[in-house]
Every structure is written in structure tokens, then in C-alpha cells.
């Protein structure tokens, strides 16, 4: 009886705690908190010390150890892989959890110049509970002379069976910690959730390509006047593209794609600068994880292209299917053909390559073709969170934001 009634006010003051001060772990993390905001000026809001950072792992609960893991392992990237499958994303009435690919992950977490102690893990008794990642990124803020090398950081995933551990806020401390022996100060992550502090709230869209199995699956509804078959002609497409030599994309054209996206992101507050090699490595196709088409003119110039990942969701509990099939907009470069021709033939593509419906982000110029081609807004936002940096005007417009993290 004791030991019930001990655990429970343990557990009860947890919550107290949490009640009272909310962001208690947010609040002692150098990101501007509404009152400071006016004081600080643009740039770093802590300058980092190299000699000060700690040289040895943030403690673990007994029991829990740090892992380095190698995604080109094949059990570990199964570990990886199961982990995120059943405790990763869900949405509000989960209904959906992401399941990201090996293949996928290791598109998302090996790309040139990764480190192998920022893809961390975990692990009690050799079993994967706990999962950070970092990339190494050059991202360009505000203007030109602000190219700050830094980590984007993605994959926080603890096993639901040992949350409230404040694992966590480890977590997110041990990942900073590699950074900064780095002598990197910065982060770019996202979330679903808002924590101090976004510097721009986005929100999702959505093109049904499959209206049948949206509503079989619950992600979307009909309306009294709505019939499937009604939504099903609504929401056709053709057989084929309309672009003129549009085509999958091909290593040979690595180096007109980089000249191409180099250009165009230049436009936003926020961007990275790609190399040939990172462009190889982000954008060449991959079966089921991402697909890039290139418009290429007389004489092979290309003067157009358009690219989606692949990202399914499990279906929780549904008797006819298991996976949603996502087709996500990632970066689009229209400079001859009209930006909402170019992605009516995304959707095209998209449903050709067998997807049920396809996401964009209201960021870049994608709200020149959400309405348009009837894509319909979500229900979630996607939060940009920039660490230790302070924006000339604190928060940007999704328009603004020229960066997407898978
Ligand atoms: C760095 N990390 C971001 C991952 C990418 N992210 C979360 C994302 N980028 C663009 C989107 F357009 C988008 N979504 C549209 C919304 C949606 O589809 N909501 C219903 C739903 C179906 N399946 C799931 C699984 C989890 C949560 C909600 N789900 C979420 N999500």
C-alpha cells in the first residue's frame, strides 16, 4: 500500500510540476522568451565557449546507455526503424502514425559530411528506447552575410512505455552537447507542437489523389451533400502530365538542378546553399523515397523541376488498410513553366506512382497552387524553431521559409 501510494504521489507531483511550470526545461535553453525579445540584437543570443563544453555524456537513469547508431547496420537500422514505427508522430485522435522506411532514414540521416555520434541512441538491456538526430547544415538567415554552419535536428522518439522518465530533455541536451564540441552554437528543427519559441507557425495542405481511401481510412469526411462517388469525379486527374518533356530525374542533370535551386531559394529568409554532391544525394531519385522530375527543353536544358518524398502513414485500427501512402512536397523550381501547371503535374505523377494523398506546407511560393489545384487546409500546423538565434523581426512568414525537414 505504501509503496502504491508513494509511486502515485510521485507520479501526482510530476504533474503539480508540470502544471506550475510549464517549459521548465524550455525556459533555461537560450531561445528569446516574450519579455527579452525587444533587448536582444539579431544573431547568436549565447556565444559559445569551446573550452567549457563538458567532455563526457550526460548521465543516464541506471540501467539506460548511450548508443552511436549506424543506420548501414542492418539490425540496428531495424532497431531504428521499429522504434519510430511504433512511438514516433501520431495525430490528435490517433488514428495515424508515420512509418518511416530504412531506406528512407538513412536518405534523411547519411548525407554528406555526417557525423557518426549524431545519430544517438538509447538502449536498456541491447533494447532501442530512446532516438535524436542531428545533420550537419549550412543554413543562410535573413541575408547573405549570415551563412551559419549548424544541426538540424530531427527523430526525437522516446518508447511510449517509458515516457515521463524526462528522458527527453536528456535527450535534447546530450545531442547539443555533441553539437557544441563541434564548435557549433545553432539548431533548425520542427515540431507539431508549440515549445518557446517559433519563429514561424506553417500550416499543412492536403490533395486528395485517392478520395475513396481517404474516407475509408477517416482521414478525410464527407459532408451532408457529399457523395464518395462526387468527391471521386471532383478530385480526377489525367492519365498523363501536361509538361512537355517532363522527365525522372538523371544524374547527368545534377548540375543544371544545383544552378536551378541555388537560384530560386535565394528568394526566402531562410535557405540552405547546395552543393552537387548534396543535390546528388538529396534529390536523384530513390524508389519509394523520393521521386524528382526534371522539364527538360531542346538542346537538354532544363528550365523546370518538381520533387516529393515519400512518407506513409500506419493506419492504427482499420479493417481494410494498414498504410495511408503520402506523397510530401518537397522543393519545386518552376522558371518556364507556370508553378501551378508544374505541380498539377506532381499530382499527376504522384498518383501514377500509386499515392493516396499529397501534402504540402504553406511555405515558399506553395500558395500560389494550394487553392488552385483544390488542395484543402489540415487541421495541424508545423512549427520552425531556430536555437540560439535571434531574428531581426522574431517570427517570419511561412512564405518566408525556404527550408523543409523531412
Ligand atoms: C521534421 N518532421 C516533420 C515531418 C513532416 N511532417 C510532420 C509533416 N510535413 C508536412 C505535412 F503536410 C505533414 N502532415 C500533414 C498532416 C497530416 O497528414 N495529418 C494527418 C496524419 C496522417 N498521418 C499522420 C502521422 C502523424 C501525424 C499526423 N498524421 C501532417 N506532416
New binding site residues.
Given amino acids: 500500500q505504501q509503496v502504491v501510494l508513494k509511486k502515485n504521489t510521485q507520479y501526482n507531483q510530476q504533474l503539480i510540476d508540470k502544471l506550475n511550470k510549464p517549459h521548465q526545461f524550455w525556459q533555461t535553453q537560450p531561445m528569446p522568451n516574450i519579455n527579452e525579445m525587444d533587448k536582444l540584437k539579431p544573431g547568436p543570443i549565447q556565444l559559445g565557449v569551446l573550452a567549457e563544453v563538458r567532455k563526457d555524456p550526460f548521465n543516464l537513469i541506471d540501467k539506460f546507455e548511450w548508443f552511436n547508431v549506424d543506420l548501414r547496420n542492418e539490425e540496428q537500422a531495424q532497431q531504428v526503424y521499429t522504434l519510430l514505427k511504433e512511438n514516433?508522430?501520431?495525430?490528435?485522435d490517433n488514428?495515424?502514425?508515420?512509418d518511416y522506411s530504412i531506406e528512407f532514414l538513412r536518405w534523411a540521416l547519411l548525407p554528406p559530411g555526417q557525423y557518426s555520434d549524431w545519430l544517438i541512441g538509447v538502449r536498456v538491456n541491447q533494447k532501442l528506447v530512446g532516438f535524436i538526430t542531428g545533420i550537419p547544415v549550412t543554413l543562410h538567415i535573413e541575408n547573405e552575410q549570415n551563412k551559419v554552419k549548424m544541426t538540424e535536428i530531427?527523430?526525437l522518439c522516446v518508447h511510449k512505455k517509458i515516457r515521463a522518465n524526462r528522458l527527453a530533455p536528456v535527450l535534447i541536451k546530450e545531442i547539443t552537447r555533441r553539437v557544441h564540441i563541434k564548435n557549433m552554437w545553432q539548431a533548425v528543427?520542427?515540431?507539431?507542437i508549440v515549445v518557446p519559441t517559433p519563429i514561424s507557425q506553417t500550416r499543412?495542405?492536403?490533395r486528395s489523389l485517392n478520395a475513396k481511401k481517404l474516407i475509408e481510412v477517416g482521414?478525410s469526411s464527407l459532408s451532408a451533400r457529399q457523395t464518395i462517388s462526387r468527391q471521386q469525379k471532383l478530385y480526377k486527374l489525367p492519365e498523363e502530365p501536361k509538361t512537355p518533356g517532363i522527365r525522372p530525374m538523371k544524374k547527368k542533370d545534377v548540375a543544371q538542378v544545383t544552378k536551378l535551386l541555388n537560384e530560386y531559394l535565394k528568394n526566402f529568409k531562410l535557405y540552405f546553399k547546395y552543393t552537387d554532391e548534396e543535390v546528388k544525394h538529396w534529390f536523384l531519385p530513390r524508389k519509394d523515397v523520393i521521386s524528382t522530375y526534371v522539364v527538360e527543353k531542346e538542346q537538354g536544358i532544363v528550365t523546370d523541376f518538381l520533387s516529393f518524398y515519400n512518407?506513409p502513414?500506419q493506419v492504427i485500427k482499420n479493417p481494410k488498410y494498414t498504410h495511408?501512402r503520402?506523397a510530401?512536397?518537397y522543393y519545386n523550381v518552376a522558371t518556364q513553366t507556370p508553378i501551378v501547371q508544374l505541380m498539377y503535374d506532381a499530382l499527376i505523377l504522384a498518383k501514377n506512382e500509386g499515392y493516396d494523398?499529397f501534402?504540402?506546407?504553406d511555405i515558399m511560393d506553395n500558395e500560389k497552387f494550394l487553392k488552385e489545384l483544390m488542395f484543402c487546409p489540415?487541421?495541424?500546423q508545423?512549427n520552425y524553431y531556430l536555437y540560439n538565434w535571434k531574428l531581426e523581426n522574431d517570427m517570419l512568414k511561412p512564405e518566408e521559409i525556404g527550408i523543409?525537414?523531412?
Fill in positions: 514516433y508522430v501520431e495525430d490528435d488514428m495515424f502514425r508515420f530531427n527523430f528543427y520542427t515540431a507539431g499543412y495542405y492536403h482521414f512518407l502513414s495511408l503520402a510530401y512536397s494523398v501534402n504540402a506546407l489540415g487541421d495541424g508545423l523543409v525537414l523531412v
